[in-house]
């Protein structure tokens, strides 16, 4: 009886190392929507997070140690015609009308989401400098005009900081 066991627990040893490992968990899901501003991110591009996601307010920030800055968007009114140029250039008198207010232009840039304009300035908050890029589009599925708001402490890292705001508007459906 002795050999029995020790032959059917064999069995069970042999049949369990034979069997397919589990298949592997399917990767957490890290879109993100607001249906109040009716969009939706596939994905939240890497070395970000959302920090508010509750009514119209979206908001993204920097995980990196000592980074910071926010990621906001805005929708404007329904409009027969969205005005991107007019846009731009209301940004533009914004950040000149600011305390050290320093434009540093704009460029009209074009990809999947449409005819974009990417607007960028400086200007102080009393405290340091603070920069500001906006992009500016027609939103996905209305004749409205969405706004992507990126502000940030003024320093060397602007290239990269308009990178991770380009990579924010990839994910945009």
């Not at 968007?73 to 005005?83: D, R, S």
């Not at 500016?136 to 003024?154: G, K, N, T, V, W």
């Amino acid at each position: 009886m002795h050999s029995r066991a020790i032959i059917v627990l064999a069995l069970a040893v042999s049949a369990l190392s034979c069997s397919e490992p589990p298949p592997p968990s399917p990767p957490p899901d890290t879109s993100v929507e607001n249906t109040e501003l009716g969009i939706r991110l596939t994905a939240v591009p890497d070395g970000l997070e959302i920090a508010i996601n509750h009514g119209p307010n979206l908001e993204l920030r920097p995980t990196a140690e000592g980074v910071d800055g926010v990621i906001s968007f805005a929708l404007g009114p329904e409009q027969h015609a969205v005005n991107l140029v007019a846009a731009v250039q209301d940004h533009q008198a914004k950040i000149e009308a600011l305390p050290g207010g320093e434009y540093q232009g704009a460029q009209e840039l074009s990809g999947d989401a449409g005819v974009v304009y990417y607007s960028r300035g400086r200007f102080s908050d009393g405290e340091a400098t603070v920069e500001e890029t906006v992009l500016f589009l027609i939103h996905p599925s209305d004749y409205r005009l969405l706004e992507i708001h990126y502000r940030y402490p003024a320093a060397d890292d602007s290239a990269a900081r308009v990178g991770q705001l380009i990579e924010v508007l990839s994910k945009l459906e």
